[in-house]
T-cell receptor, first 115, second 114 residues
Framework: KNQVEQSPQSLIILERKNCTLQ??????????LRWYKQDTGRGPVSLTIMTFSENTKSNGRYTATLDADTKQSSLHITASQLSDSASYIC??????????????FGKGTKLSVIP | DGGITQSPKYLFRKEGQNVTLSCEQN?????MYWYRQDPGQGLRLIYYSQIVNDFQKGDIAEGYSVSREKKESFPLTVTSAQKNPTAFYLC?????????????FGPGTRLTVT
């Protein structure tokens, strides 16, 4: 069964501190892995998409890593800001036949950055 | 939220009533999707459409219906047969339903049924 597991479920950090969020997946065959940021009451917004050949990818203060061998990914946030408070969702497309893919979503990590 | 609009943002209905959620995109995307999000749960796919006049059931289609008469529009009807309709509903679109294409999400509609 295709699954995406995220940890921790929630996290509280002080402003300007760093943090790392984890994602483990069992989706096969693997196409790519995505990290989304979702503010409360809003739609998810893409942070990064990583393909099989990419180990690290940065988007400003966000850095994602991918280990396709162990099927793990992490999202590192540097020098956190209050605006980083959101849910971070790990997503992996799963092949559903006839050339189409369905996204498998993790439950997300809820990050709270406090002053 | 990039070019995808959902309306209304909040919707309240009495139990037993059907309700239709709107989703419009101006990104010229072929594929459109409806997801449901519940607290502590990952997003779950309700229906998706790869092309106009065609749509497929997702994982939790029971109690929902859709139409795709125009490329830009993919409305979702929550029928009285849906046992637990209160949730946050998200519409998304992508160039294609292939695995490498990014999905862009709308701002969501929060439906409350009492």
């Amino acid at each position: 069964k295709n699954q995406v597991e995220q940890s921790p479920q929630s996290l509280i950090i002080l402003e300007r501190k760093n943090c790392t969020l984890q994602c483990n997946y069992t989706v096969s065959p693997f196409s790519n892995l995505r990290w989304y940021k979702q503010d409360t009451g809003r739609g998810p917004v893409s942070l990064t998409i990583m393909t099989f050949s990419e180990n690290t990818k940065s988007n400003g203060r966000y850095t994602a890593t991918l280990d396709a061998d162990t099927k793990q990914s992490s999202l590192h946030i540097t020098a956190s800001q209050l605006s980083d408070s959101a849910s971070y969702i790990c997503v992996v497309p799963a092949y559903s036949g006839a050339g189409s893919y369905q996204l498998t979503f993790g439950k997300g990590t809820k990050l709270s950055v406090i002053p | 939220d990039g070019g995808i609009t959902q309306s209304p943002k909040y919707l309240f209905r009495k139990e037993g009533q059907n309700v239709t959620l709107s989703c419009e995109q101006n990104l010229n995307h072929d594929a459109m999707y409806w997801y449901r999000q519940d607290p502590g749960q990952g997003l779950r796919l309700i229906y998706y459409s790869q092309i106009v006049n065609d749509f497929q059931k997702g994982d939790i289609a029971e109690g929902y219906s859709v139409s795709r008469e125009k490329k830009e529009s993919f409305p979702l009807t929550v029928t009285s047969a849906q046992k637990n309709p209160t949730a946050f509903y998200l519409c998304a679109s992508s160039t294609s339903s292939g695995g490498t294409y990014e999905q862009y999400f709308g701002p969501g509609t929060r439906l409350t049924v009492t």
